[in-house]
Each structure stands twice: as C-alpha cells, then as structure tokens.
Nanobody
C-alpha cells in the first residue's frame, strides 16, 4: 500500500521559512515523479513544484521561483519543499503527490496517482 505523509506545516510570519517533508512508503521517489501542490480557500488546487525521479528536471510555479526549492533525498523515501521568504499568498494546504502512471504530462494534478493528506501553511502579515 502506498502512503504519503506530509509534515512541517505551521504558522509563520511574512518573510519566514518552513520546510515541508513528504515521507513515502510503498514506493520510492527514485522511481517516480513527485510534486507539491497547494490549495488556498476558495481557489483551485495548483502545482507548486515537481521533481523527476532522476532529479534532473524540476518545475516551479512562477509565483514561487527563487523562493522555494524541491529536493528528493534519503534514498528516495522523502521529498522536501524548502520555502523561504514566505508571503501571505502562500497560505494554503500543501499536498505531496506522486505520479506512477507514465503520461506525457508533467506536474499536472490530474496526472498524479497518490496524494498525502495535506499540511496547513499559514503566513501571517
């Protein structure tokens, strides 16, 4: 059984940092693309960042480029999202996801096969 468990969310002030973790069981991120998505109240879920299994390709939403960094570590068991210079508009529930089925799409939420339960990130001004 595949499980993704996020942690690291919380309340932080503007300009602060958080590091989200996604621990996988039942599969390895060394074999599949992993990503972080977020959903703010009243908004659609959006892709934040993704990383391929080979770690040679990453994607960042324009709104987080230069502030967020995705990494896959610990022999493919954990994906991190380092979030710096946080802004109030980063407030959302952040979800970890992984894509198992091969598709031509990359970092699209409809293409992801497994999801974590989400972790709340709140940035206060």
């Amino acid at each position: 059984e595949v499980q993704l468990v996020e942690s690291g969310g919380g309340l932080v002030q503007v300009g602060g940092t958080l590091r989200l973790s996604c621990a996988a069981s039942g599969l390895s991120f060394d074999e599949y693309t992993a990503g972080w998505f977020r959903q703010a109240p009243g908004k659609e879920r959006e892709a934040v960042s993704c990383i391929t299994s080979s770690k040679d390709k990453t994607y960042y939403a324009d709104s987080v480029k230069g502030r967020f960094t995705i990494s896959s570590e610990n022999a493919g068991t954990t994906v991190y999202l380092q979030m710096n210079s946080l802004k109030p508009e980063d407030t959302a529930v952040y979800y970890c996801a992984t894509q198992v089925r091969p598709t031509h799409s990359y970092c699209q939420d409809w293409a992801m096969d497994y999801w974590g339960q989400g972790t709340q990130v709140t940035v206060s001004s």
